[in-house]
């Protein structure tokens, strides 16, 4: 079974402020590793995924992360953060199975506050 | 349409009533999820659809959920003698397959109230 962790709730921060906000997973099996935003009112959007090659991902709308197996974390980054970026973002672990996907299992989400 | 569409988007029910959730995917897309968003958590697994059967339905919590997809493509979700502790966003997600470099496109969501 696989289990996602992210510590904190809430982040607040300030305007062109980097952010870091973290995911811990845990998995008897091989994983795929996603973040997921969701701004007001809409629908959950892919930020960024690992399956496999480079540890460090590169999505949308600046945002990366880093794959490091040895501590079990998939954090997101940025360096620079706008008011735009107010939203919740969610961790989330599928298994690897063979080469498909599993179902996603999501973190409990953390709400990015970003203060002018 | 471009996007997953759920209806209704807001749905308040007494206790005790039977409710349905609809969601229309992406056309094309052979791969259908349904997850539910209770206040505070993230979103929990509940079923998957691979063309019109469900290929795995151990998310939903009991005998009151059940959900279908006759001809592969709309999908909906039925509750039975709802509970309060049934109030919930309930999602809808869909993918090309479930092959790797697949997105699951989400849905914007039914909010299901029961008093």
């Known amino acids: 079974a696989q289990s996602v962790t992210q510590l904190d709730s809430q982040v607040p921060v300030f305007e062109e402020a980097p952010v870091e906000l973290r995911c811990n997973y845990s998995s008897s099996v091989s994983v795929y590793l996603f973040w997921y935003v969701q701004y007001p009112n809409q629908g959950l959007q892919l930020l960024l995924k690992y399956l496999s090659g480079s540890t460090l991902v590169k999505g949308i709308n600046g945002f990366e992360a880093e794959f490091n197996k040895s501590q079990t974390s998939f954090h997101l980054r940025k360096p620079s953060v706008h008011i735009s970026d107010t939203a919740e973002y969610f961790c989330a672990v599928s298994a690897n199975y063979g080469g498909s996907q599993g179902n996603l299992i999501f973190g409990k989400g953390t709400k990015l506050s970003v203060k002018p | 349409g471009a996007g997953v569409s759920q209806t209704p988007s807001n749905k308040v029910t007494e206790k005790g009533k039977y409710v349905e959730l609809r969601c229309d995917p992406i056309?094309?897309?052979?791969?259908l999820y349904w997850y539910r968003q209770s206040l505070g958590q993230g979103p929990e697994f509940l079923i998957y659809f691979q063309g019109t059967g469900a290929a795995d339905d151990s998310g939903l919590p009991n005998d009151r959920f059940f959900a279908v997809r006759p001809e592969g493509s709309v999908s909906t979700l039925k509750i039975q003698r709802t509970e309060r502790g049934d109030s919930a966003v309930y999602l809808c997600?869909?993918?090309?397959?479930?092959?790797?470099?697949?997105?699951?496109?989400f849905g914007q969501g039914t909010r299901l109230t029961v008093v």
């Open positions: 056309s094309g897309h052979t791969a």
């Open positions: 997600a869909s993918s090309l397959t479930r092959e790797l470099n697949t997105e699951a496109f």
